[in-house]
Each structure stands twice: as structure tokens, then as C-alpha cells.
DNA sequence: ATGCATGAGGT
DNA sequence: CCTCATGCATA
């Protein structure tokens, strides 16, 4: 509280002079050296349709458009299960995304595994014509739906709709994981998007919609994962048939999570097997094909005018981009890389694990450990090229085992040794708002203050020298950080 | 998810 | 002192 220094407008700007052009600064920076990489959309140029449930624009009756105008969901995904959260699971606490209470305002807001952030954007609909749906509903009951936009960009506006008699399967464990635009995973249960139903539409009671849903339980259980492929807007879906054989359905109430993971002992390990694979391998093929005719089945897919699907071929990820010239930098693949950092996290939200989860395990194998900030960055390639590339193998290595030992039923895929507190590191130092401003503003003007420089700063902002210096190494870093970004980005 | 800190290699 | 790769702590 000693903001001996100046008083409120003396905040005097030094502006006259400085005219600093960070575009320089920028580029001297960049020629320096590496280029960090940057995950971002994978835009594919000349993607041919990518659309695969197209609907020129929505007018849902009376729903209130979320819009939040910002990214609108690019992908979707939608998972059954998740490992962590029946009572078997020892650590099912962060991923758990219990969302019932947020989505009922209908402002829709979920969490990132744990962490509040911008909510996909689901709406509900309902059309009285009831007879569409797969004639499951032959009661007076309107069909509602659950429409789930899932691409943006180029004007039209493309929705996937479940009807909501799926989608609410009583305490069912349906996970719908989607990506926005900023490559941000959100999670949320389908389950819960129940309690939206009954406010909406409802001119129904609850009674009848939870026997539906009981009915349907089977369904539910069975229900299709759903893997969006990289490409905005595209959608791939995933359904081992051998899923669906399995009999999940006799799971009791809670545990359809255990249901999948039990059965592999039982059952047909290799059924479960075999949809872990395909869950890893996404770009199969195959399966898509078979599938996308599963989800028209299950999911009744919406459309305004002409909706069908599309060709499988075209949900393809890698079958687009062929202009996607590699990049390459240092000899480091980037795209390689890029795609292994968005696998990876589709794989680790797949397990239900969180960073912190993945660091934790990471530090109780062999090998180099990471931590949740070295994971948050490699995810979002906010690192070099070079660390990518050398954590890459780490986290390939442990993901393998721990799918492995997932298929297997383990559960503690992240126990972990606790470690030594170690030597205390100095507090972190918080700058006020104002010293930050000189900073910043010292900083546009001169990256490289010299060491006279700094020591007028510190002694002017009262802060030790030390601090100063470092505050500038680490703007520079992160400097360098954005225009790689930038560079990339636009690219 | 990020801001500040630390420590290893380099000049 | 710098850059880099990372981690701890925190917003």
C-alpha cells in the first residue's frame, strides 16, 4: 500500500516520445531465433464441405440464443463413460463436471474440467410434429431436442440434435466434450441437460419423460462416442459396434463407467479393446463409415433443407488438408507434433484425467517427469519446438500405458509419490497495476534495459533489482511466445 | 492458464 | 547478463 509514487493522473504518460513499435520489436525477435509453435485451429483451406449437418441459419422457437458470439463449438465429442467417476475412482474429483444447475439458466455454463470457462452452447428445441424421431415417441410428447452447434467460420451454421429422450438417460454417464474455437475442451454431462428439458418444453411431467428415458436406458448405454476431427466444424463418429453388443445395459443406477470397464474382463476384452484403439485413432476410417449411419440411427440428426449427411470421406481429417505444407522448424515436424497435442489431450480427457492428474502420474514413472504447467503448455504448444519435441515422446510413452492399464480396469493411472517440499522458493512478487504500467511501458520501448536502467526501475518502483531483471527475461520470453503465435497463426 | 522464479548453459 | 526450459504458486 505504499503508492508513494505518483498520484492518480500523475500516471503522467510518457507518451510524447515513445512511439515503439512492437512489430519491430516483434520481428527482431523472431529472426533471433526459433518459432514456437502454436496449436491452433487446423484449418483445412480447401476443406470441401465440412459440413455435416448443415442448417442455414436457426430460429429456434423459444429458446434464447445463447449467443455468446465468440466461438461457437467446433467440435464435438461426445464420449460415454469416463473413468473417473463412479465410486471406484479414487481421484474422479476435478473432471467431474456436475453442470445440472449452471445449464438450467440456460446460460449454459460449464466447466473446464474444473475451471469455469466460456460454455459450448446448446439449445434446446422442440417440435411438436412428434412423429419424426424414430417413432419412439409415440406419445403427445413434443420431441425436444438438444441442438448442439458445432461449427462456425464460414456463415453457416451447423447443429447436431439428439433428442432429448436419449440424451437424458436418468444418471446416465454421458459425456459431451466439445472444443471451441480456441482449441478449449469443455465438458459437460449429457445427463444433465435434462434439467433443462423440464423447464422448456415441459408440457410434460416428469413422470412419463423419466419412463421414456428408463426405456431408453439401453439405448443410452450404447449410445455412439463421438470424435470430432480436427477440421472445424467436422464431426466423426465412433461406434465399435462391439460397444453397443456389450451389455452395459444391465448396469443397475449409477455405474454404467464401471459397466464398460468390467465388462472387459469378462466380456469380450477385445471388444473394449478395440474401442480404445479406435479411440485413439480417430482418422479410421472405417468406422466412420459404419457409424455415421448408427448416429442418423440414434441421434436424429437435423437439418433445415437439405441435411444429409455428407460423405464420410469428406469428415476426414487428414483427407483435406493436402495443401498443409508441413511445416517444418529445426527439423522438427511441426504438424506432427500439433496433431499429437491435440490427440493427446482428446486421450487424456478420454481417461477422465486432468492435467495436474497426468503430471502427477508422470512424476511417479521412470523417465522425465512434467509437470501441470509443462502439460497446459505442450497442449497448447505454447512451448519450442525443441521441448516439444522432447516432451512429445514422454507423453506418448505414459499415454500408452495408461490406456493400457485403463483397458485392463486399473484404476489408479495417476498414483503418484509425494515429493519433498524442497528448498522454499522466493514469493512470488505481485506488481501493482501502476508499476506494471512503467514497466510495460519501458518495456515497448526498450527490451534490453541496461543494467544502469534496471537499477533506477527497481530503485523508482521500490522493487529489487533482482525482480526487475527477471520481470524483463520473462517478458521477453513471453514476447516471443505471441509472435510465434501471430506468425503461425496466420500463416 | 499464466505470472514470476530458478537453474543450466552460453556470451 | 542473457536465453531457455520448467516449475511453483496463483489469479
Given at each position: 500500500m505504499d503508492t508513494d509514487s505518483n498520484d492518480g493522473s500523475a500516471t503522467d504518460v510518457v507518451d510524447g516520445e515513445s512511439k515503439p513499435d512492437l512489430v519491430k520489436l516483434a520481428q527482431s525477435a523472431i529472426i533471433k531465433q526459433d518459432v514456437m509453435l502454436s496449436a491452433t485451429s487446423t484449418q483445412s483451406p480447401l476443406a470441401p464441405v465440412s459440413s455435416v449437418f448443415t442448417m442455414p441459419s436457426v430460429s429456434l422457437p423459444h429458446v434464447s440464443m445463447a449467443s455468446t458470439g465468440l466461438g461457437l463449438a467446433d467440435q464435438l465429442f461426445m464420449s460415454v463413460p469416463s473413468v473417473a467417476d463412479t465410486a471406484t475412482t479414487p481421484s474422479a474429483t476435478e473432471s467431474k463436471t456436475d453442470i445440472a444447475g449452471a445449464l438450467s439458466s440456460l446460460s449454459s455454463q460449464t466447466h473446464l474440467l474444473g475451471q469455469p470457462q466460456v460454455a459450448p452452447h446448446f439449445f434446446l428445441a422442440s417440435q411438436p410434429s412428434a412423429s419424426a424421431s424414430t417413432g419412439q415417441t409415440s406419445h403427445t410428447v413434443p420431441v425436444q431436442q438438444i441442438l448442439i452447434p458445432v461449427s462456425t467460420g464460414n456463415g453457416t451454421q451447423q447443429f447436431i440434435s439428439i433428442p432429448v429422450s436419449l440424451a437424458t438417460g436418468g444418471n446416465q454417464q454421458i459425456q459431451l466434450i466439445t472444443t471451441n474455437n480456441g482449441g478449449q475442451f469443455l465438458a459437460t454431462n449429457?445427463?444433465?441437460?435434462?434439467?433443462?428439458t423440464q423447464p422448456l418444453g415441459s408440457n410434460r411431467d416428469a413422470h412419463s419423460i423419466s419412463q421414456s428415458s428408463h426405456a431408453l436406458a439401453n439405448h443410452i448405454a450404447s449410445l455412439p462416442q463421438l470424435l470430432t476431427t480436427a477440421s472445424g466444424g467436422q464431426l466423426l463418429a465412433v461406434t465399435p459396434q462391439m460397444l453397443a453388443s456389450l451389455p452395459i445395459a444391465t448396469s443397475q443406477s449409477s455405474s454404467s463407467a464401471n459397466a464398460v470397464s468390467l465388462s472387459s474382463h469378462s466380456l469380450s476384452h477385445s471388444a473394449v479393446a478395440t474401442a480404445q484403439q479406435v479411440l485413439q485413432h480417430t482418422l479410421s476410417q472405417a468406422v466412420a463409415a459404419s457409424v455415421t449411419s448408427k448416429l442418423a440411427q440414434q441421434a436424429h440428426i437435423t437439418s433445415s433443407t437439405n441435411g444429409l449427411p455428407p460423405n464420410v470421406s469428406q469428415l476426414l481429417p487428414h483427407t483435406v488438408g493436402n495443401s498443409t505444407e508441413s511445416t517444418t522448424v529445426d527439423g522438427i515436424n511441426l504438424d506432427e507434433i500439433k496433431e499429437f497435442a491435440r490427440q493427446f489431450k482428446i486421450r487424456r480427457l478420454s481417461l477422465g484425467l486432468t492435467q495436474t492428474q497426468v503430471g502427477q502420474a508422470l512424476s511417479a514413472t521412470e523417465g522425465p517427469a512434467y509437470s501441470q504447467s509443462a502439460i497446459c503448455r505442450f497442449e497448447k504448444l505454447d512451448i519450442t519446438p525443441k521441448s516439444a519435441q522432447k516432451i512429445k515422446p514422454v507423453l506418448e510413452r505414459w499415454m500408452a500405458e495408461a490406456e493400457e492399464r485403463y483397458k485392463n480396469g486399473v484404476q489408479n493411472l495417476t498414483d503418484f509419490i509425494g515429493s519433498e517440499p524442497s528448498k522454499k522458493r522466493k514469493r512470488r512478487t505481485s506488481f501493482t497495476p501502476q508499476a506494471l504500467e512503467l514497466l510495460n511501458q519501458y518495456f515497448e520501448r526498450n527490451t534490453h534495459p541496461t543494467g544502469t536502467e534496471m537499477t533506477e526501475l527497481s530503485e523508482r518502483l521500490n522493487y529489487d533489482r533482482e525482480v526487475i531483471r527477471v520481470w524483463f527475461c520473462n517478458k521477453r520470453q513471453a514476447l516471443k511466445n505471441t509472435i510465434k503465435k501471430l506468425k503461425q497463426d496466420g500463416q
Open positions: 449429457l445427463s444433465s441437460l435434462q434439467s433443462l
